[in-house]
C-alpha cells in the first residue's frame, strides 16, 4: 500500500483505502482521513511515527492509526502501509455455552488479545483451558484434543503453529516455556 502526506497536508492512500474493523460498531468498513499532521511541522521535526485521525464511514466516531514514517522528501512523507490501532474492535465470540468460571477467563484473554498483549493472552487462553479440563475431566480433554485437531484441518495450520497451539493448552504450568516445547 502507498501511502503519503503531500506538501498541501493532504493524505494519499492507494485506490483501496483503508479498511479494518471499527472499535465502535464492529463494522469492517472504510475509514477517512479527518485529522492529518501538518507536512511542515513533520519535516522539521521527523518523527519515526506519524498519527492520524480517521473517521470511520460507518459511523462517524474517530477511529486513531499510527504509521511508521519511511522517509522524509521534500515533496511528500512516505508512511509504511501497515499500522497500529490505537483502538482495537474487541474479538467478539459467542460465550453463552461456556462454564461461568471459564467465561470470565476467556473474556479476559481476549481483552488481552484486543490489547496487542499476545503473551497474556496465551497465559489466559491456558488458564481458559485448564478451568474447563477441571469441569469435564479427563474424557472432556481427550475431546478438546480432539477439537484442536479438527481446528488444525480447518485453518490448515503448519506444524510449527499446530505444536505452539497444542504447547499453550494442554501443556503444564511447570514448563517455563510452553511456546518452545514440542
Ligand atoms: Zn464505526
Redesign the pocket.
Given at each position: 500500500m502507498t501511502i503519503f502526506i503531500d506538501d498541501q497536508n493532504e493524505l494519499h492512500v492507494d485506490y483501496q483505502g483503508i479498511t479494518l474493523t471499527?472499535?465502535?460498531?464492529?463494522?469492517l468498513?472504510h475509514v477517512t482521513a479527518v485529522a492529518v499532521p501538518k507536512f511542515d511541522e513533520l519535516s522539521r521535526r521527523q518523527p519515526r511515527h506519524v498519527g492520524i485521525v480517521f473517521r470511520?464511514d460507518?459511523?462517524?466516531?474517530p477511529?486513531f492509526l499510527k504509521f511508521v514514517a519511511r522517509g522524509y522528501g521534500p515533496k511528500r512523507i512516505e508512511l509504511a502501509g501497515n499500522y497500529v490501532e490505537i483502538e482495537r474492535a474487541r474479538e467478539n465470540f459467542p460465550l453463552t455455552y461456556l462454564p461461568e468460571e471459564a467465561e470470565g477467563l476467556f473474556k479476559e484473554a481476549l481483552t488481552c488479545y484486543t490489547a496487542g498483549c499476545y503473551n497474556a493472552f496465551g497465559a489466559m487462553s491456558r488458564r481458559t483451558a485448564q478451568s474447563l479440563f477441571r469441569e469435564l475431566g479427563e474424557r472432556g480433554k481427550l475431546d478438546l484434543f480432539d477439537t484442536l485437531q479438527e481446528i488444525r484441518e480447518l485453518a490448515e495450520l503448519d506444524d510449527d503453529s499446530f505444536g505452539t497451539l497444542r504447547a499453550v493448552l494442554f501443556g503444564s504450568d511447570s514448563d517455563p516455556w510452553p511456546c518452545c516445547s514440542r
Open positions: 471499527c472499535p465502535h460498531c464492529q463494522t468498513t470511520c460507518a459511523c462517524g466516531e477511529v
